[in-house]
Every structure is written in C-alpha cells, then in structure tokens.
C-alpha cells in the first residue's frame, strides 16, 4: 500500500487534474465559439487526457487499497482578452502540474514507496510533452494573433490526435 503521505497527496492531485480538465473545457468552448474547429478540438483532446490522468491516479489507488477521495475544483476561468491569454494560462497550468507532479515524486522517493515511484514516473514524462506543447501552440499565436488561418493550419499538422501510449497507467472505468 502506499504511505499515508502519498495518498493524500495523489488524492490532491486527483482534484488538480480534474480542475485541470474543466480549465481545457473552458479554453476549447472559448475557440469553439471564435470558429476555430482544430484548436478547440485540440482543447477537447487536452480536457479528456486531463480527466484520463484523474482517472488513472484514482484506478492506482484502488488497485493499492488505498482510498480514493475526489476534491472539489474551483470554476475554471472562461473569459479571456486576446487569443494569447488561454494558451498562456494553459501552459501556467501545465508549468504547474509539472511542479504538482515533482513533488507526489518527491514524497514516494522520501516514503521509499517505490511503487507509487514508478507510478508517477510515466507522469513525468507526459509533463514534459504536454509542458513542451502549450509553450510551442503559445509561441506560434504570439507570432501571428491576427492570423486564425494559420494558427489552425498548425493546431491541424502539429497537433493532431496521437495514437494511446501503450505504457500509460490504467484508466478507472475504462
């Protein structure tokens, strides 16, 4: 079973991760409402693998015998100024999942929990691809805020759907 210590903290994150998910919900709307298809699309991929993330953290707990206990998230912000202001809270939320993420690692490694420690593991690795994404998106509308076509014509070739990670941890339900 995994320390008391990491269990409540992955049971944190478990409500991070669905904040997460209600955040990318909010941002895809956002796009979906200014006619753009593949960036809100984009954001609706982003808002499932938020929830499948929960999803996971939850099955690792059950498997673990340990308990699974869902927080309540805040609203997520819905109201942006400019094309640049969702994906700059985006990768504000992915920097700081990373950070979320670092330290459920942190804590396995100081409980000796090594299970919980290779659990997380596979976590960190998404971190820095999602990480990488949102600051590569956020880039491309800095330079072009004006040009809708061509930043769908990116979302579109860059960031299509990606096949499912065959290391992924299990997701609850699925």
Do not use: C
């Amino acid at each position: 079973m995994p320390s008391s210590r990491f269990v409540d903290q992955l049971n944190g994150q478990i409500g991070n991760e669905f904040a997460a998910h209600q955040q990318y919900v909010s941002i895809a709307i956002y796009f979906d409402a200014l006619t753009m298809p593949q960036t809100a699309a984009f954001f609706y991929r982003q808002a499932l693998e938020e929830r499948d993330h929960a999803m996971m953290m939850a099955q690792y707990l059950i498997d673990s015998d340990a308990e699974v206990e869902i927080p309540a998230v805040g609203a997520p912000i819905s109201k942006f100024g400019s094309l640049v202001a969702p994906l700059e809270l985006a990768l504000s939320q992915e920097r700081r999942v990373t950070e979320q993420i670092s330290g459920l690692m942190s804590i396995a490694r100081a409980e000796q929990d090594f299970a919980s420690e290779q659990f997380i593991q596979w976590f960190i690795k998404e971190q820095v691809e999602e990480t990488a994404t949102m600051s590569d998106l956020l880039a491309v509308v800095r330079r072009a805020p004006e040009n809708i076509e061509a930043i769908e014509d990116y979302v579109l070739r860059e960031q299509g759907s990606e096949g499912a990670d065959p290391m992924a941890p299990r997701v609850a339900g699925a």
